[in-house]
């Protein structure tokens, strides 16, 4: 795992915005977010705290929000509209793009726009080239996710001017500010003569992200917001909120754009501040918490979760769940018990697989011993009174080997003939029927210790990740053209044509049958919709094709 220090100059970590007291011309922003994709219908909504956390730091410059704009909101997520791929049909959910534009101030300066998925672009793309006819001389800055992984794509594609690769809080706000483009780390942007300019570094990154203010809840819509959660609960009134950001781990599958990051938290103190002043302002009782690691440092954990106690046993009824879940390897029996205390009542897992080789190939941290400790894990939260739920990636391809593990006797000696030498790089094939069947049994052994849910998922290689590029290099690729397949996660409508791998030991009908035998001998425990919107959909009028 590399140093601190290595992390920090690979993820641009800076003290704090050296613009904050400049003098700047406020702008006029207008923060949209995209239209969402699902199968056949909504599934859940986003808060979008991304665009939150932007727009609150842009106003520290004094610029101001004068549009925020989101078409999932204002019953927009029953406007259903077919889009076709190459090889799917799916649809768009949200407010029509000449809805969106007309939502827009006129006299706006800048346009933010948030794309959190790779699969965004069907709808993103139309939507920022309607906003562009309208607007043409008002610049268009894009980021996310898809800005992230595929920035060069985005700029070609479609008709934004600048995309922003990373956190966005300090870049946006110095694209406000009247930087220097060519001088901002993380842009990618198409310059006057139709070139695009790519910074080397990615954007600058707050080592204290206290620095940050709370996401934007004077101008977000968060009445309607807690109506539905980014998990599909719409039983309860609930904040989704991100009490840390990073993970210093190297997971090949991770859709995290920067993986191996610094991990930086908020202080407790403003956890419970943020908390309480939602429960007191807007009725929430439900705490969605969207941390990659809330549990990496224990005593910063116990300390978030013992506020949440005390709030408790003043007279404030909240729950919380971690729907992401608990880093098993950082659990202790102590987080269990105050888990239950601060109102979890389930706790997800990521086990990923029961097979140790496996586990190797997806360079999961301390993959020797994460067995041992899932089985002890998993003891300790069900003997507290926690239900437990437990996450697996069925099929996954195999990867690149992380040296520790190349290095070792017991890697050669056992599990030689799954070694794929290719120059200085040794990959370790995946799951086979053998790894399947070992799996499996696993599961079986947790349901033993009193685990409720086993939640099988399909492993999907998203672009800009390890397990993409190995799958890319070996032909692991069911389609060669991404934008043939979706690869948006979609509980609902999981069938072979949609799996995005084909191994030499495990084929798309293959994982397909894997992943349906789990679910057809597990319960599973994951996404469920505690309340269900019965109002029809309405219809869009014509069918797109990109």
């Known amino acids: 795992m590399p140093t601190e220090n290595q992390l920090e100059a690979k993820m641009n970590i800076i003290e704090r915005d050296n613009s904050l007291g ?29 665009l939150g956390y932007i727009g ?6 004094g610029h101001q929000i004068v549009a925020f704009i989101d078409p999932m909101l204002q019953n927009g997520h029953l406007v259903k509209q077919p889009v076709q791929t190459k090889l799917q049909l799916t649809n768009r959910f949200g407010h029509s793009d000449d809805w969106i534009v007309s939502q827009i101030p006129k006299d706006v300066d800048v346009i933010g726009v948030n794309a959190p998925f790779t ?7 139309p939507m920022i080239d309607a906003i562009k006819r309208a607007f043409p001389n008002v610049p268009i800055v894009v980021g996310g996710v898809l800005a992230t992984t595929l920035s060069l794509q985005v700029l070609k594609e479609c008709k934004a001017d600048i995309v922003i690769r990373g956190e966005g ?23 006057e003569d139709g070139t695009i300019f790519v910074h080397p570094q990615r954007s600058e990154q707050l080592r204290t992200i206290d620095d940050i203010p709370q996401p934007g809840y004077d101008f977000r819509p968060m009445q309607e917001y807690v109506m539905w959660s980014p998990r599909g609960d719409k039983a309860d009134r609930t904040l989704s909120l ?68 005390n709030l408790r046993r003043k007279g404030h009824r909240f729950s919380c769940s971690f729907p992401n879940g608990i880093m098993i390897d950082k659990m202790t029996s102590s987080l269990a018990e105050l888990l239950v205390q601060a109102g979890a009542d389930i706790v997800y897992l990521p086990v990923e697989s029961g097979d140790t080789r496996v586990l190797m190939s997806m ?18 939260c069900v003997d507290a009174g926690l239900r437990v739920s437990c996450f697996f990636i069925v099929a996954y ?31 370790m094939r995946g799951e086979d029927e053998q790894s399947f069947e070992t799996t499996v049994k696993f599961c079986k052994k947790l349901l033993a210790l009193g685990v409720h849910g086993i939640t099988p998922l399909i ?28 690869t948006t996660v979609s509980y609902a409508a999981v069938n072979p044509g949609r799996v995005q791998l084909s191994t030499p030991w495990c084929s798309q009908q293959e994982a397909f049958e894997r992943w349906q035998g789990m679910m057809d001998l597990f319960p599973t425990f994951h996404n469920v919709r505690k309340a269900e919107d019965k109002t029809e959909l309405l219809k869009g009028e014509e069918l797109r094709r990109y």
Request: overall charge neutral; proline content about 7%; charged content about 25%.
């Open 22 to 50: 400049k003098t700047v011309v406020p702008k006029k922003v207008a923060l949209i977010a995209a239209p969402w994709l699902f199968f056949n219908e909504v599934e859940f909504r986003s808060q979008q705290i991304g």
């Open 56 to 61: 609150a730091y842009a106003k520290q410059f």
């Open 119 to 125: 699969d965004s672009r069907l709808a993103v793309y």
């Open 169 to 191: 809080e300090v870049a946006f706000s110095r694209i406000l500010n009247g930087d220097l483009l060519q001088e901002i780390p993380g842009l990618a942007f198409r310059k």
């Open 242 to 309: 991100i009490s840390s950001r990073g993970c210093p781990f190297t997971c090949e599958f991770c859709s995290i754009p920067e993986k191996g990051q610094r991990w930086r938290p908020f202080t407790p103190e403003r956890v419970l501040q943020e908390i309480q002043m939602m429960i007191e302002k807007f009725g929430v009782n439900h705490i969605e918490f969207e941390d990659d690691n809330f549990t990496l440092q224990e005593p910063r954990a116990l300390a978030v979760l013992q506020h949440l106690a």
């Open 363 to 380: 360079d999961k941290p301390v993959a020797e011993h994460h067995l041992a400790k899932t089985l002890e894990v998993s003891k300790w």
């Open 397 to 427: 391809p195999g990867g690149r080997l992380n040296p520790r593990h190349v290095k070792s006797p017991t890697v050669t000696s056992e599990y030689g003939k799954y070694l794929i030498e290719d120059g200085k790089d040794v990959y």
């Open 459 to 486: 492993a999907t290689p998203y672009p800009g990740t390890e397990m993409y590029e190995v799958c890319e290099k070996f032909g692991w690729l069911a389609f060669k053209d991404a934008r043939d397949v979706l």
